[in-house]
């Protein structure tokens, strides 16, 4: 069952809240460790939806990134992508919304790729491009079994990344940088002070994901609950890692997964079970007054 997080008050007024969104990460997440949907999260999902509840993933994967069975759940109208970069509508299968990298800044990322010599993805429109030798086999490049398999059904192979982003620099939804877990500091420090007008954040050891200063899960989601009229105290987001943050404390009830990083668990203001034990189903139940 969820718990409050250390040092957080329990409001006597929270049996009785009205939730009207529930936002979730993915990976780590809503999905399991084998990137499925449990028994019981379905079930609960199902009755949120049942109950009139807007069910919208978000996550730092491009849209067609997503898998299938997450696209086209009952219920699910919006989708956050690219952390934040862009909103698409399901229904009318288009970008309501996006927020891309200025010119200026996939230039700057353009010369740390360069000095760096590190794999470098980029996400144009929903898609997801990355370099040749690194789709070819990623597994050289640090990607877990599950994730190579994942980047070679997802991304699309390019010889000159570097040419290729600069070709489409007023596109791009989001840049991302594979890089060694030890290299993860230093590599933030440079990003921050070398590229203008970015926010960097990451969703697995191996990754340093930037976008527009102005994306991010949390400024996205209030931009999409101003868009359906509900209020913060109205949301509900789960999430596992340090890209969920901002997502977490932009709503009242925001709850870090219990497998998600010490820092996601830090800022939420609930933590709640696993991935592995249904702990997106768990938090739900814990806050829906429909169900009790």
């Known amino acids: 069952m969820s718990q409050p997080a250390k040092n957080r008050p329990v409001h006597t007024e929270e049996k009785k809240l009205s939730i009207r969104l529930i936002a979730s990460d993915l990976d780590g997440t809503l999905l399991t460790d084998c990137k499925e949907l449990s028994p019981k999260t379905r079930e609960v999902l199902d009755l949120a939806v049942q109950h009139g509840i807007y069910i919208v993933p978000a996550t ?20 956050i992508t690219a952390n934040g ?19 200026e800044s996939v230039e700057s990322a353009i010369a740390v790729r360069k000095r760096e010599n590190m794999v470098l993805e980029v996400v144009i429109d929903g898609v997801p491009y990355a370099e040749e030798a690194y789709v070819k086999d990623p597994m050289q490049y640090l990607a877990t079994e599950y994730g190579a398999k994942y980047i070679k059904a997802t991304r699309k192979p390019v010889k000159d990344i570097c040419r290729f982003a600069q070709k489409h620099a007023e596109e791009l939804d989001s840049i991302s940088f594979v890089c060694r877990y030890e290299d993860k500091e230093r590599l933030y420090t440079s990003l921050d ?9 990451s969703s697995v050891p191996n990754l340093m994901e930037v976008g527009h200063i102005d994306a991010g899960k949390g400024k996205t989601l209030l931009w999409l609950l101003k868009k359906l009229e509900i209020s913060t105290e109205e949301a509900m987001a789960f999430g596992d890692a340090d890209n969920d943050i901002s997502m977490l404390t932009s709503v009242k009830y925001g709850m870090a997964m219990g497998n998600g990083t010490e820092n996601c668990r830090k800022a939420a203001p609930y933590v709640t079970d696993t991935n592995e034990k249904d702990g997106v189903a768990k938090g739900i139940l814990r806050f829906l007054s429909e169900v009790e």
Do not use: D, H, W
Request: proline share 6%; aromatic share 14%; with cysteine.
């Open 60 to 79: 730092g994967r491009s849209f067609y990134s997503i898998p299938e069975m997450i696209r086209n759940y009952p219920g699910v109208e919006y989708v």
């Open 85 to 103: 970069g862009a909103v698409y509508s399901v229904r009318e299968g288009k970008r309501v919304y996006q927020c891309l990298l200025e010119k």
């Open 193 to 201: 002070k070398e590229i203008p007008n970015i926010y960097v954040t």
